[in-house]
T-cell receptor, first 115, second 114 residues
Framework: EAQVTQNPRYLITVTGKKLTVTCSQN?????MSWYRQDPGLGLRQIYY???????DKGDVPEGYKVSRKEKRNFPLILESPSPNQTSLYFC??????????????FGPGTRLTVL | AQSVTQPDIHITVSEGASLELRCNYS??????LFWYVQSPGQGLQLLLK??????LVQGIKGFEAEFKRSQSSFNLRKPSVHWSDAAEYFC????????????FGAGTILRVKS
């Protein structure tokens, strides 16, 4: 089944404890992206990648890191999480490198709570 | 800077009634316009998109949207709402001038009453 998977789905952690949220797609998509969703703010783009080893900042990249060593994986890293990073996170992928102009397929989301 | 406004945070309609969800954007160039739907506890699913051509676009689940350049709007419509349409709806806009970034509106929560 074609899909975007994220792990974990739920995570509660404490301030400063490094964490990684994994994202994997099995559709051979070029473009991958991370968003965070907060009430009243919709989705905001954190980072995106148009291809392996190519990443760029979205609108809210502060406090996050990403890497794209393989086409299928695009992990989101929080080196020192803070409470303001408590949010619902979505990974998405798209076939074309200009992914924002094509349909994006979204993962199920990761709900992160930072205490 | 690009921005997307969905003026209605919540909308309640009766099952079988018509629906219109509003979306206004602020861009200097030709935008790429999308509507996504998020069912409770789920990721987002594309309903429809507009890039160019006919300004009335048809999507899945009986939805349509009309691009009006003069009003900078891309409103979503459905002639007869079903209870299963209850969800949150997001308008999103991209433009090549702003790189590979997609900007989402804050969303409109649709409630359907029977």
């Amino acid at each position: 089944e074609a899909q975007v998977t994220q792990n974990p789905r739920y995570l509660i952690t404490v301030t400063g404890k490094k964490l990684t949220v994994t994202c994997s797609q099995n559709m051979n998509h070029e473009y991958m992206s991370w968003y965070r969703q907060d009430p009243g703010l919709g989705l905001r783009q954190i980072y995106y990648s148009m291809n392996v080893e190519v990443t760029d900042k979205g609108d809210v990249p502060e406090g996050y890191k990403v890497s794209r060593k393989e086409k299928r994986n695009f992990p989101l890293i929080l080196e020192s999480p803070s409470p303001n990073q408590t949010s619902l996170y979505f990974c998405a992928s798209s076939l074309s490198p200009a992914g924002v102009f094509n349909e994006q397929f979204f993962g199920p989301g990761t709900r992160l709570t930072v205490l | 800077a690009q921005s997307v406004t969905q003026p209605d945070i919540h909308i309640t309609v009766s099952e079988g009634a018509s629906l219109e969800l509003r979306c206004n954007y602020s861009y200097g160039a030709t935008p790429y316009l999308f509507w996504y739907v998020q069912s409770p506890g789920q990721g987002l699913q594309l309903l429809l998109k507009y890039f160019s051509g006919d300004t009335l676009v048809q999507g899945i689940k009986g939805f349509e949207a009309e691009f009006k350049r003069s009003q900078s709007s891309f409103n979503l419509r459905k002639p007869s709402v079903h209870w299963s349409d209850a969800a949150e709806y997001f308008c999103a806009v991209g433009a090549k001038e702003y790189g590979n970034k997609l900007v989402f509106g804050a969303g409109t929560i649709l409630r359907v009453k029977s």
